[in-house]
């Protein structure tokens, strides 16, 4: 069965205005670590070939705007992650340019030329309140400088300016030897095809049109004029479209997995074994023969019921398409912008730092560049897109409806965008569980520090924040009441802790994975039977827990019982 449409519209979601050219990678070796002899000389450490003086920052150059990436196809009918069997390549020769430093600064104006400077006297102060007092005002300043190189994110970058918005590297020699070749040996280029993302490769999705600019509050502030209505009206409109778009999709990937189940019930029906005792005559229908036959009526009644539920959805998008279509033209006349720009990527910047803070939290340590005291020569200990994947698949198998959501009784696996922020925090967060206008089948985003103390726990963090904030969006005004949250806020409550419930909710997962899914018994006994009926683990967990323990056995046979008596 087919499923194609003559009536063409729009392009597929992520839903685009503007259809952009590829951006070239750029290709750049990079070495040494040396950098000016200044820098040098104030960590003391000797540069290696010829010295160099600082730069002229009258004559530092810009970058040349080049074009963006087109939209990525997202497939909803994965229901794994990508098997990763490669977690590092050979050392790239990143850090054997002199230039180095000088090139990662330049082209930035009084932004590089006030890095240089902070930069030279936090590094020369000997007393611990000056440098105090330098590290203070760098940070600042560094951000500054970091927010105008990401503006020309999709041109093409020299190597260290994107190793600088990538992993915080201003200048190579703050970091030993071991560690740049640690650095030098994470994987560039995303090959597993999953949607994890470093900054660089996040800000040129969003450049590109590809993944939306991520919501913020300031809308709620700021007083709407008439372009900003139309914009808010538009942006719904695709959020219709992806809604339906997304339904389509997913519904015709199970009308193909029930086809294919149909084929080969059809060639077990039509298989007949010869008659032991009446030679050329075949047996009739066999009892599995028999049990195909009736699952293969059920199979045909399910398809025409799911083909007609494709139709309606069809007629649904066809609808939202004209939306779009006609807010488009809406906006045009008043003319608000239908295209990111350098503005849309400064937000987004803007919104990154935000991020990190709220990774790193209030009392860690937001020093943004990559120093070697601040992170171990481990690439395992680092979040790596491939050290990411590894371990959101392992808390997956534990916790199988983690990236599940369903509408109009629909089940779809949607794993949000994972973006990769270059700093020390220990946690990780859910900036947006999915779009506020595509509740569906929108992704959400969540944020991961590349060097956390312990990385494992960090992902946990996430996943668990993550859990809490789908759960609570979807029981909306009743979280306290309904659903996972409701359950969970009425045993905080009764429990009578203070303090904020969704941290004791994450908490109380990251145990829950780490601890509970192995017979370890850390959590209060409510709060155990509130996970085992709302975050069950898969069947063969149960199937072992139950002989781990008293506490594990009575949740396996009430599950039982609720299993005879149909439902909780």
């Not at 200048?171 to 994470?186: D, F, G, H, S």
């Not at 009736?294 to 649904?316: P, T, V």
């Not at 203070?498 to 994450?506: A, L, N, P, R």
């Not at 996970?531 to 009575?554: A, S, T």
């Amino acid at each position: 069965m087919a499923f194609t449409r003559s009536r063409v519209r729009l392009p597929s979601p992520p839903y685009t205005i503007k259809k952009m050219g590829s951006a070239e990678s750029e290709k750049q070796g990079v070495s040494s670590g040396s950098i000016d002899p200044e820098i040098a000389d104030l960590m003391g450490i000797g540069v290696e070939g010829d010295q160099e003086e600082a730069p002229d920052f009258a004559d530092l150059m810009g970058e040349k705007k080049a074009g963006a990436l087109e939209p990525e196809q997202v497939n909803l009918s994965r229901k794994t992650f990508a098997e990763i069997d490669k977690f590092e390549e050979d050392p790239k020769p990143y850090f054997k340019d002199k230039d180095y430093y000088k090139i990662a600064v330049s082209g930035q104006g009084d932004r590089s030329k006030k890095v240089h400077d902070l930069l030279s006297r936090f590094l020369k102060a000997e007393d611990p309140q000056d440098r105090s007092m330098f590290r203070s005002k760098l940070v600042p300043a560094y951000w500054d400088l970091a927010g105008g190189i990401a503006t020309a994110v999709c041109s093409n970058l020299p190597q260290p300016k994107i190793l600088l918005l990538r992993f915080g590297i201003l200048t190579p020699t703050l970091i030993t030897a071991e560690q740049r070749n640690v650095i030098a040996r994470i994987i560039f280029d995303n090959t597993t095809g999953e949607l994890v993302y470093y900054v660089d490769e996040w800000l040129r999705k969003i450049a590109s049109g590809a993944i939306p600019v991520s919501s913020t509050d300031e809308t709620k502030v700021v007083k709407r004029n008439e372009n900003q209505a139309v914009a808010i009206k538009l942006n719904k409109a695709r959020g219709q479209y992806d809604t339906h778009y997304g339904l389509i999709t997913g519904k015709g990937a199970d009308i193909v997995s029930m086809e294919h189940r149909l084929k080969e019930l059809v060639v077990q029906v039509i298989t007949h074994q010869d008659h032991p005792v009446y030679k050329g005559l075949k047996m009739p229908y066999g009892p599995d023969q028999k049990a195909a036959l009736n699952e293969m009526s059920d199979l045909i009644r399910k398809l025409g019921q799911a083909d007609k539920e494709m139709q309606g959805m069809f007629r649904g998008l066809d609808n939202a398409a004209e939306q779009v279509e006609e807010m488009q033209e809406k906006a045009r006349e008043v003319g608000a912008s239908v295209d990111v720009d350098d503005e849309a990527i400064t937000k987004e910047f803007n919104t990154i730092r935000q991020m990190t803070k709220m990774c790193i939290g209030r009392q860690g340590n937001h020093f943004p560049i990559l120093m070697k005291q601040y992170f171990r020569a481990n690439i395992r200990d680092i979040a790596t897109r491939e050290n990411v994947i590894r371990e959101m698949a392992r808390v997956e198998v534990l916790d199988p409806g983690l990236f599940e959501r369903t509408f109009k009784r629909q089940t779809s696996r949607i794993v949000p965008y994972v973006i990769l922020l270059p700093c020390y925090g220990d946690r990780g967060i859910c900036w947006e569980p999915f779009d506020r206008f595509n509740k569906a089948t929108s992704r959400g985003r969540v944020a991961i520090p590349m060097f956390p103390k312990d990385l494992r726990t960090a992902v946990l963090y996430t996943l668990g924040d993550l859990r809490w904030q789908v759960a609570k969006e979807k029981a909306q005004h009743y979280w306290m009441e309904e659903g996972l949250t409701g359950k969970y806020y009425m045993n905080f409550t009764d429990r009578k802790l203070k303090g904020d419930v969704k941290e004791f909710f994450i908490q109380d997962y990251i145990l829950w994975i780490s601890k509970e899914s192995e017979g370890t018994q850390k959590l209060d006994r409510e709060v155990r039977g509130v996970f085992w009926r709302n975050m069950p683990f898969p069947q063969h967990i149960k199937d072992n827990l139950k002989n781990r323990g008293f506490v594990y056995n009575e949740l396996y046979k009430k599950d039982s019982n609720i299993a005879r008596s149909d439902g909780y």
